[in-house]
């Protein structure tokens, strides 16, 4: 199963050029290009680094539910500090557990541009289901 979550990390995802780096539910990792995820400012999109951080978090809460009951994960809570602009090149995403409990996970994700100056700070709240 958690081959299968890496391998399918959603179709916005995909359409966003997100690919995934590493994965386990202590630590995801994963970047995205600036180019075709730019506001009308030529600048990151907001919304680009939130998919980014939910896409990250989504992984480990999935594996986390996933190795803790066969269980999955839904989101329930996301926010986002946007720090810096990124305007090319690459956003690269490290999402680490803030908690792992039982019914509810919340994960950190620091988002960083190549020079590995922040670029954004999110927190993901997910809730885990039986399956």
């Known amino acids: 199963m958690e081959a299968e979550i890496i391998d ?3 179709a ?15 630590r995801i ?8 995820n730019t506001q009308p400012y030529g600048m990151l999109h907001g919304g680009a680094s939130c998919v980014l951080a939910e896409t990250l978090g989504s992984i480990g809460a999935a594996m986390y539910a996933y190795r ?12 986002a500090t946007h720090h810096r602009a990124a ?10 557990p803030l908690r792992l409990g039982r019914t ?3 994960y950190e994700i620091v988002i960083t541009d190549d020079g590995g100056k922040r670029v ?3 927190r993901l709240t997910c809730v885990l289901l039986r399956s």
Request: hydrophobic share 45%; aromatic share 2%.
């Open 68 to 79: 803790l009951f066969a269980g999955r994960a839904v989101g329930v809570d996301i926010n």
């Open 8 to 10: 399918e990390p959603g």
């Open 29 to 36: 990792v994963g970047s995205m290009p600036v180019d075709g």
């Open 104 to 106: 509810v996970v919340t």
């Open 12 to 26: 916005l995802a995909e359409r966003m050029g997100i690919t995934i780096a590493e994965a386990a539910p202590e």
């Open 87 to 96: 305007r090319e090149g690459t956003v690269t995403g490290v999402a680490t």
């Open 120 to 122: 954004c700070t999110a």
